[in-house]
Each structure stands twice: as structure tokens, then as C-alpha cells.
């Protein structure tokens, strides 16, 4: 397994739901986070809440100084964020673990993506960098959950760069409960970002926080 003992972590987005639950869960685990935002007072107040030495910044500034980084922001602001942040990313593992969905009576539903995916998009935008999709199906409720000692599921981790995704999954197994398990080639992340629409079907029937699990290795 990799090491990625203190392994300095940013988190793009980091003042939302995802955001804010992968950061505490990380900074649980004795890791440097930079909670990153569109506004410093925003990233700096989200830090405070989590705690555990956690320091927030604009999105520009925890991108540069963190060793890899996570972008936790909506499809919608997903390419032009990591567009203006060409620079700063470069030769870095970026995780992508944007889904892209709509919402419509009928529930969640995946929408059509022109680069096949948001984490082929961020691969697109970003030639420089080495980019890993991860961490679609984990609740940001469960994350945040100080109830929950154990998050029960796999993070399927895809990429085409196996030291950046064995870094990846080493990096989600810090996480009590979690595995990480390498899901394929960065060409197959839609099936993984779709498939969070059926998860949160399955959520709303049943009234839970769904992970999922693959048997057999
Ligand atoms: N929530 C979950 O359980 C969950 C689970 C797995 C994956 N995800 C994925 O993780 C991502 C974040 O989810 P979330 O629920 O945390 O979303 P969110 O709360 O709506 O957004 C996260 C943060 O993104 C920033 N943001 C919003 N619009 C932006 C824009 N146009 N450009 C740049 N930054 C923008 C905001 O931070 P500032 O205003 O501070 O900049 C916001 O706090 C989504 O792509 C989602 O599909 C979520």
C-alpha cells in the first residue's frame, strides 16, 4: 500500500456538504487540509468548524501549496474553476469527484457530458495534471457524522496513472471502514458518476445513506 502519511490535502469547493465531510474525515486522520473557496472568509470559517488544525484559503492559493487535491464543487462551476487553475494543478493528482446530475420530479438523473464525464472533462482541462476520480458514492452525511466511527463502503478509484491511483486508494483507506478499490480507466468514470443517481434512488426509497461494496476481493 502506499504512503501517504501527511500528505498535505486541498479540497476545492471545501465549504460545501462533500467538501467539508472529506476534510474532517482527513483531518481525523492526522492530515494537513486546506479548505479551498471562492472567498477566503468562506474557506476560513468552514476550517473552523471542522477543526483538527484545518486552514482554509481561496481555491487558487490551497490548490498551490497542497501536495494533492480534491474538487468537491458543482457540475456547473466544475470546468471553469479548474480551467483558471491550469497552473496551479499542474503535476499534481487532482480527484475528481463531481457527479453530474440533474433533478426533475422523477429524482436524480445523469446528465450528458461532452468530454464523456466530469473526471475526463478535468482531465481535458487539466493536460498537466494527474487526474483520479474517487469518492462519487460517499454521503457527505455519513462524513460528517460524528456518530459514525466506521464508513461502511469501497471508494472505487479510477484513473489512468496507477501510482496516482494507488495513492488515491491508499488515501481512502485513512478513512475507518473504507476501502479503495481501483474501478478501471478514466474512459469508464461516467458508469461511476452516473450511478450515483441510482444510489440516491435508492436513499430516498429506503431512507438511508447507501454504500456500495464489491465482493470477491
Ligand atoms: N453531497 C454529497 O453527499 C456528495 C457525495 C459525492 C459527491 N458529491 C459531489 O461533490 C460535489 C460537491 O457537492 P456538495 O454537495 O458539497 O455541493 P455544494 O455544497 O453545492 O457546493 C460545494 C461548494 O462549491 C462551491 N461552488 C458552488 N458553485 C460554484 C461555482 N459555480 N464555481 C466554483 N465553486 C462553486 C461553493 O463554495 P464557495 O461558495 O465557498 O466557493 C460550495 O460551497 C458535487 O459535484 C457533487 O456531485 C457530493
Known amino acids: 500500500m502506499t504512503d501517504v502519511n501527511g500528505l ?10 462533500q467538501g467539508k465531510g472529506l476534510a474532517r474525515r482527513f483531518a481525523l486522520a492526522g492530515h494537513p487540509v486546506l479548505i479551498g473557496s471562492r472567498s477566503a472568509q468562506r474557506a476560513h470559517d468552514a476550517a473552523g468548524s471542522i477543526g483538527s488544525g484545518a486552514t482554509g484559503g481561496e481555491n487558487a492559493d490551497v490548490a498551490a501549496r497542497a501536495g494533492l487535491v480534491i474538487v468537491a464543487v458543482p457540475y456547473e462551476g466544475h470546468k471553469a474553476l479548474l480551467e483558471s487553475l491550469r497552473a496551479e494543478l499542474a503535476g499534481k493528482i487532482v480527484v475528481d469527484c463531481v457527479n453530474p446530475l440533474g433533478f426533475d420530479k422523477q429524482g436524480a438523473y445523469a446528465l450528458p457530458v461532452e468530454e464523456g464525464s466530469a473526471a475526463q472533462q478535468a482531465a481535458a482541462v487539466l493536460p498537466d495534471s494527474r487526474v483520479v476520480a474517487a469518492f462519487h458514492h460517499v454521503s457527505a452525511v455519513v462524513l460528517m457524522d460524528p456518530a459514525v466511527d466506521k464508513v461502511d463502503l469501497d471508494v472505487l478509484v479510477l484513473g489512468d496513472d496507477r501510482e496516482a491511483t494507488d495513492t ?6 485513512v478513512i475507518p471502514g473504507v476501502r479503495g478499490v481501483y474501478g478501471g480507466r478514466l474512459r469508464n468514470a461516467h458508469q461511476i458518476e452516473a450511478l450515483t443517481a441510482n444510489i440516491i434512488s435508492v436513499n430516498r426509497r429506503y431512507k438511508a445513506h447507501a454504500g456500495l461494496r464489491i465482493t470477491d476481493i
Do not use: H, K, M, P
Not at 490535502?9 to 465549504?15: E, N, P, Q, R, Y
Not at 488515491?168 to 483507506?173: D, N, T, Y
Open 8 to 17: 498535505s490535502i486541498a479540497i476545492l469547493g471545501g465549504t460545501g456538504d
Open 168 to 173: 488515491v486508494q491508499a488515501l481512502a483507506e
